[in-house]
Every structure is written in C-alpha cells, then in structure tokens.
C-alpha cells in the first residue's frame, strides 16, 4: 500500500477570513482531516492568508527578453511593424528560447501562477522552434506549472506563404494543445504575396486542423466594429457546427468593449450558447473585456498577461495578481465585492478556459494556494503583498520569491 504525501500548514486564513485554520494536504488535494497512520509535514502558516494560486490565460513567453540586457525599442504604429520587431528581437537574442522561457514562467510561479496558456510564433521566421522551445520549458517545470502550448500564426496565415504548412505541421506535432489564429478580417484578410495566398481562408483552416487532430482553438482578435464581430460571429456559429463548445476561445476581441445593452446582451448569448470563451489583458479602460456582464450571460472569460518585456513593450511582469490589480484600475473597480472580482477572474476565469478544477480552498478541492501577509481579499489585490509561499498539489514550489521547482 501506497503511504500517503501529507503536508499540514497550520495556522492560515483562507480567503483573510478572521478564524485560522490548518490547511490538510494528502496527495494533491485539500482534506478534512491526516490520514490514520500518517506522519506529515508541518508548514507554519503564521496567521497569513491564503488565496488560490492563479491562471494565466494569455501570454507569449517564447518573445520574452526577461532577464536579458536591455533592449532598445523602436517605435511602431502598425501590426505589421510590431510584427517585425518579434524577429528583429529574436535574431538579437542570444539565451536559447527554451532556457528564456523557462526564467520568465518560473518567475511566474513565484508570483503565484499554477497554470498558463502560452501563445507561440509560428511562422517561416522562426519555423517550429518557438513550439520545441516552450515544450523543453514545459517539461523542466512540470509539478510546479501546467502550460498549455498554442502555435500561433501571429505573422498570419493566407498573408505568409508557408505558415500554413508549418501550422499543420504543429498540430500534428503532438507538443500542442491549441491552434491559434489572427485577425481573419484584416490583418490575415489579402494575401501579402500572389492573388491566391495560401489555400483556404484561414478560419476554415484552423478548424479543419483543431477537428483532425483534437485540438483546441484560440483566436487572437484585435479588430474593431464589423471587421472584428463578423469573425467572432463566424467563429460561434463554426464552434457549433463542430461540436466544439468549451475548446474555443478569442482572445482580446477589441470589438465587444464597444458594444452595450441589447447587443452586448445579444452577443453574449450567442457566444454563451456556442460555448466559445473569451480572454482579457485589461490593456486600457477602453478595451478591456466588460466581465461581468459577460459571465453574468454565461461567457467564460479568462485573465492573461500577453506579452512580458518583449519587442512590443518593456512592460510586463508575468505576474497575475497585478495583473488583476490592473484590471481593477481599468474598470475603476472601489468596492470590495468589486475587487474580489478581480481575483475571481485570474483564478477561476482562466481555470474555466484550461479546463482546470477551480481552488476552492475546501476539502477536496486542489492544494494549490499562495500564503501572503494582509488583512483581507480586496487589500492583498491593492497592495500586492509578496507571494512568501506559493504551494502546488499540496508541494511548496517557491518561497520568499525563489522558484524551488
């Protein structure tokens, strides 16, 4: 008989509530009592409190330079001109993608992060390399951080010769959980090479490979008006005929944020019954996600990072908590209840997404929390307290800032 891995972190808040409590971990998940037997280990919680660790629903981990020496940005002012900076700053990188990546989502896991769905380039720039990198970092974290792979065309696909073909080639790479898209009304609209770009238009093809190979779907969508909700229509209305409901998501989608009332309402309906969810980086008051009203219609809706000190922006931290912390500043969160939301969004929205259990912090529930020093859920959200100890499956995985795998 197998003996039981049971830690014990006595004395902590769940959620900053006023009463201590002993938090029981047997094997990964949260119990109500040790095993008959069992000799466990002891944590000292000290009165902290603890929250649920995080999901990152967004990020490009394979353009990061964390870590590495400044780099110089220049201006840019179109995606085609954003675009070029990724290759220029990969060909200026001179740390292998897989050991910058993995600096970034370990950095990640110490700020509180058990799980990230991670965007990948794929494109005749690069080849596969971003995909091969990130599974290498994928696997040296594996126990501390689930990482979900997206191969991503950010160069586009009918606009590109040749990303088709290295798409497919992705997805039946078997080191993939997504395929993504991009902008199927604009930016990947006119091929930029020959009148006939690269065969299908690209939605048709992104859901013949996610269908052939079991994949999921996650559509970056940044254009606005008809442009942006034409596609996010088409996307439902093909996530239906698919049979794909909960395995596709559009990320950004800059084109809801304008709409309210009866066609927000609208909208939200049709992306709640075709099962097709949603993520936000809370980039700006204007074009962060309305949330609430979405879930309120049954939308699931995820919190990410997107890009972290890469060729776009320096700024970026990987970590969620601020993230959430931002998101509360763009919608001019002030209540309680309205902060708490804000945390509910970056560890349940992006649990719902990946498909992962939600942390309830009550027996049975995953033993993946973070311990910090503060009075209360919407204070820990302003203040950004450190992250002293971050637990995943019942194993302190990071301490006092340091990854300890």
Same mark, same amino acid.
């Given at each position: ?75 840019? @002012? ?83 010769? @040749?990303? @088709? ?31 006939? @770009? ?208």
């Amino acid at each position: 008989m197998t003996t039981p891995s049971v830690t014990v972190f006595r004395d902590v808040r769940p959620y900053g509530a006023d009463r201590a409590v002993d938090l029981i971990a047997v094997d990964g998940l949260l119990a109500e009592r040790v095993p008959d037997g069992a000799a466990p280990e002891v944590v000292e919680g000290g009165g902290r409190i603890a929250l649920p660790t995080l999901v990152d629903a967004h990020i490009h981990p394979d353009k990061t330079a964390w870590g590495e020496p400044w780099y110089s940005r220049r201006p840019a @002012g179109s995606l085609p001109e954003y675009v070029q900076g990724d290759v220029d700053l990969h060909r200026h990188q001179r740390t292998p993608l897989a050991d910058r990546a993995h600096r970034l989502l370990s950095h990640a896991v110490t700020r509180g992060t058990r799980a990230v769905r991670a965007h990948v380039d794929v494109a005749p720039a690069y080849g596969l390399a971003g995909v091969t990198g990130l599974a290498e970092a994928r696997e040296r974290l594996a126990g501390a951080l689930d990482v979900q792979l997206v191969a991503f065309p950010q160069h586009g696909v009918r606009r590109t010769p @040749g990303a @088709g073909a290295l798409l497919a080639e992705a997805a039946a790479s078997g080191l993939v959980d997504a395929i993504g898209g991009i902008d199927p009304a604009g930016f990947d609209a006119v091929p930029a090479e020959g009148p006939d @770009g690269e065969g299908p238009a690209q939605l048709e093809l992104l859901f013949g490979l996610a269908e052939q190979h079991g994949l999921r779907l996650d559509i970056h969508l940044h254009d606005r008006g008809e442009r942006g909700l034409g596609p996010l229509r088409e996307i439902a209305a093909r996530t239906r005929a698919a049979g794909l409901a909960g395995r596709v998501v559009v990320s950004h989608a800059f084109c809801v944020p304008e709409l309210a009332g009866a066609p927000l309402a609208d909208l939200a309906a049709e992306l709640a019954e075709s099962g097709v969810g949603l993520t936000t980086v809370a980039p700006s008051a204007h074009q962060v996600l309305p949330f609430r009203e979405l879930r309120a219609h049954g939308v699931r809706v995820g919190l990410g990072s997107d890009g972290v000190r890469d060729s776009w922006s320096p700024y970026g931290n990987a970590d969620l908590l601020h993230r959430a912390h931002l998101l509360g500043w763009t919608t001019d969160a002030r209540t309680d209840e309205q902060l708490a939301d804000c945390f509910a969004l970056a560890a349940d929205g992006g649990a719902e997404l990946l498909d992962l259990p939600t942390v309830t912090l009550e027996p049975g529930s995953p033993a993946d929390f973070m311990l910090v020093t503060g009075e209360c859920l919407p204070q820990v959200v302003i203040d950004l307290p450190a992250r002293e100890l971050v637990v995943r499956a019942g194993r302190v995985v990071a301490r006092d800032g340091r990854f300890t795998g």
